[in-house]
């Protein structure tokens, strides 16, 4: 884990999770998981343990399959109920029994809150909080507060929301992090808030939503008056208008304040792993999003682009590759050299300079028609394997595809596929039906080519997303398919774009049974 001292913290599973539109299966939660874990975040709040079947699951999971490198999970859940022991509560046992080593308990820090929300007294209010910290203190785990409508409350009732942070505080809870739950505060406002709240000797921290479009400025206010921990969501992700989106927070208090919060190699990485978790969420990224956005360091030509000829300083705040992104020349495109570059480093090839500028201009090719890399990592790493082989290269070549979907009245829905392939010098021709045509397709071509590589049954489809990118066209618009397959040790993701749906699952169907058989130990012919 990084440095204790300064805590950067996650929400994207839980808080990030309740925005409008975005639904996210466990096995989604868990990629989203291992890429804030790659950016070498301290915290990653896993979700409410107890609350749902999902989230339980995720916590199930997590203690098998996530192998976190600089991260903690951590569970959220609240405080006992009012007039219930803490031993005896079944969602604080569900906090117990998650696996979590934190604990992060939301708490109400406003009176009128505990007093028509939980309809209980102010003293219970306080008890609930005392009891729950100290008993799973005891119990081993660490505990962090979210002091829920923290800053209204102090309007309401100063006096009483500090006593909620003394109360957490001595009861055992390591830090306790102010909310601003209701997204109205402005910077200057909420740091005297934060000054008095430091005052307390407890440790502070801080949890802003963004409906004023202020969650970056007042954590970093909040920083400022003496909080060190922060909480946000990757790309701002939240409830209403988001929260304080956590890559703007890092970059802000790394570049720009000397902060030490991760290792620079992985804020490097920061604009592939945040268009990496759009893919995974299937929410469009914002192209201005500040630092990672693709438009984040695009200049136009005119002025700018006569005195970035001369020093690209003068009209850029930072060197973008410090955050893994790249300066654009809207005239001639520069887009995706330091992704590619990146990339290719981490999968282990040694470029040439011709090799990499030949890449570079594929990516850059294939980026203009719609395909991404930054979540299809093994389209990109075939695609490196072709243009250093100087040739395809590929375990089957395919002759042709034909995919029928047929409903008759009364009867289901079916789809069926024929693919005719070339493998090993014999001509293959398979069909196979399926509840739809790309299910159809990969049952065909995976029961056209086991017998001559029996690993692919092992192969499974666990992910399909869809995304439309030119919507003027209806119904004929450009399609980009993200494909996730898994063997036993791992999964994959793969692209493909086209007009046609069906085409664009294909590409990227081919190449998810390719990748698998590079990572079985097949050399390609």
């Given at each position: ?307 970035i000829k001369v020093d690209p300083n003068l ?153 439309i990118l030119e919507g003027t066209y209806g ?51």
């Open positions: 884990m990084t440095d204790d001292r300064f805590h950067v913290y996650d929400t994207t599973l839980r808080d990030g999770a309740q925005q409008e539109g975005l639904n996210l299966t466990v096995a989604d939660k868990l990629a989203i998981a291992r890429h804030l874990d790659d950016l070498g975040v301290g915290f990653i709040e896993g979700g409410w343990p107890g609350a749902n079947p999902k989230d339980t699951e995720f916590f199930r999971r997590a203690r098998t399959e996530l192998d976190l490198k600089h991260a903690r999970l951590a569970a959220f859940g609240a405080t006992r109920r009012a007039g219930v022991k803490a031993a005896d509560d079944p969602l604080v046992a569900a906090l117990r029994e998650s696996g979590a080593p934190v604990v992060t308990l939301v708490a109400k820090s406003h009176d009128r809150h505990v007093e028509l929300a939980l309809r209980t007294t102010l003293e219970e209010n306080l008890a609930m909080i005392r009891d729950t910290v100290s008993h799973l203190r005891a119990e081993g785990q660490r505990v962090f507060l979210d002091a829920e409508h923290f800053f209204d409350g102090y309007r309401s009732n100063p006096a009483y929301a500090l006593e909620v942070v003394r109360t957490a505080a001595e009861a055992g809870a390591s830090v306790i992090a102010l909310c601003d739950t209701n997204g109205g505060m402005l910077p200057d406002e909420l740091a005297e808030v934060v000054q008095a709240a430091v005052g307390t000797s407890a440790r502070i921290g801080i949890h802003c939503h963004d409906d004023t479009g202020c969650a970056v400025a007042n954590t970093l206010a909040a920083v400022r008056a003496g909080a060190t921990h922060v909480q946000g969501c990757a790309n701002g992700y939240g409830e209403r208008s988001g929260n304080a989106n956590l890559f703007t927070v890092v970059a802000n208090l790394q570049l720009k304040r000397g902060f030490d919060l991760v290792p620079a190699e992985s804020l490097s990485e920061m604009t592939r792993i945040a268009h990496a978790i759009t893919e995974v969420t299937n929410v469009t990224p914002n192209s201005h999003a500040p630092y990672v956005g693709v438009s984040a360091f695009a200049h136009k030509a005119g002025l700018h682009a006569s005195a009209y850029q705040h930072i060197d973008p590759a410090q955050v893994g992104n790249d300066m654009r020349m809207l005239v001639s495109d520069m887009a995706g050299r330091a992704s590619v570059e990146l990339k290719g480093r981490e999968l282990g090839y040694e470029l040439s300079a011709e090799t990499s500028r030949e890449l570079v201009d594929r990516v850059k090719d294939l980026e203009a028609k719609g395909y991404t890399f930054e979540a299809a990592d093994a389209s990109f790493e075939l695609l490196l394997r072709d243009t250093v082989a100087g040739r395809r290269t590929r375990h089957f070549t395919v002759e042709s595809w034909r995919v029928i979907v047929e409903r008759t009245r009364g009867a289901e829905l079916v789809s069926e596929a024929t693919v005719k392939l070339h493998a090993k010098g014999e001509r293959i021709v398979s069909t196979g039906e399926g509840n739809g045509p790309v299910n159809a397709l990969d049952k065909a071509v995976r029961l056209g080519l086991e017998r001559l590589y029996p690993e692919l049954a092992e192969l499974e489809l666990t992910d399909f997303k869809v995304r119904t004929g618009a450009v399609t980009r398919v993200l494909i996730t397959t898994s063997d036993a040790d791992g999964e994959w993701s793969t692209v493909g774009v086209d007009e046609n749906i069906i085409e664009a699952s294909w590409q990227a169907l081919e190449q998810a049974v390719t990748y698998g058989l590079f990572r079985a130990g097949h050399a390609a012919g």
